[in-house]
């Protein structure tokens, strides 16, 4: 079966600039959550829906959002971008349970020039 | 404030000998852990889990072990292979895994031929 899938893979942006990330996650899986990984950090959560509704959220600025989309697919968007907002993004589905069965894609690389 | 941590950031090990990574976890209310395995421009790929009712689960040659005591993890693995090569990030939940997984900063895995 086919994995999740995030667009675009890499992608530049300026400061100021805001951007929208997508997740397609596994047929049938209703869960999506969204990662944020830095050298220094390690992978941060950042929120989570399950069936078009927010679950759980991390510890970001206002300036991250995400929704989730009837079909479970599922974008993010950052407004006001920083150069501290460079970061691989990672999304990550799973049947229902948040942390039992994730399955990540390959992550959006976002570059803040 | 840092739940879990994975205090050595990497460890290089001979292949065909044992590998040990550690994990150490502050937040008493975590009853389900993960280990997940990164390659380079992939997102991270489950390797292997426990819950807090078990002190130990084996999978092939990946082995953890649980000291809720200690709220110490380690997985280690036995032989290591030069595909193991990567960075191991741990994870912890609470709920029995419904909630959000909280990762360590990883320690990355070198293993030398």
């Known amino acids: 079966k086919a994995g999740v899938t995030q667009t675009p893979r890499y992608l530049i942006k300026t400061r100021g600039q805001q951007v929208t990330l997508s997740c397609s996650p596994i047929?049938?899986?209703?869960?999506v959550s969204w990662y944020q990984q830095t050298p220094g950090q390690g992978l941060q959560f950042l929120f989570e829906?399950?069936?078009?509704?927010?679950?759980n959220k991390g510890n970001f600025p206002g300036r991250f959002s995400g929704r989730q989309f009837s079909n479970s697919r599922s974008e993010m968007n950052v407004s006001t971008l920083e150069l501290g907002d460079s970061a691989l993004y990672l999304c990550a589905s799973s049947l229902d349970r948040v942390g039992y069965g994730y399955t990540f894609g390959s992550g959006t690389r976002l570059t803040v020039v | 404030d840092q739940q879990v941590k994975q205090n050595s950031p990497s460890l290089s090990v001979q292949e065909g000998r044992i590998s040990i990574l550690n994990c150490d976890y502050t937040?008493?209310?975590?009853?389900?852990f993960l280990w997940y395995k990164k390659y380079p421009a992939e997102g991270p790929t489950f390797l292997i889990s426990i819950s807090s009712i078990k002190d130990k689960n084996e999978d092939g040659r990946f082995t953890v072990f649980l000291n809720k005591s200690a709220k110490h993890l380690s997985l280690h693995i036995v032989p290591s292979q030069p595909g193991d090569s990567a960075v191991y990030f741990c994870a912890a939940s609470a709920q029995g895994g419904s909630e959000k997984l909280v990762f360590g900063k990883g320690t990355k895995l070198t293993v030398n031929p």
């Open positions: 829906y399950f069936s078009e509704t927010q679950r």
């Open positions: 047929s049938g899986h209703r869960s």
């Open positions: 937040n008493s209310m975590f009853d389900y």
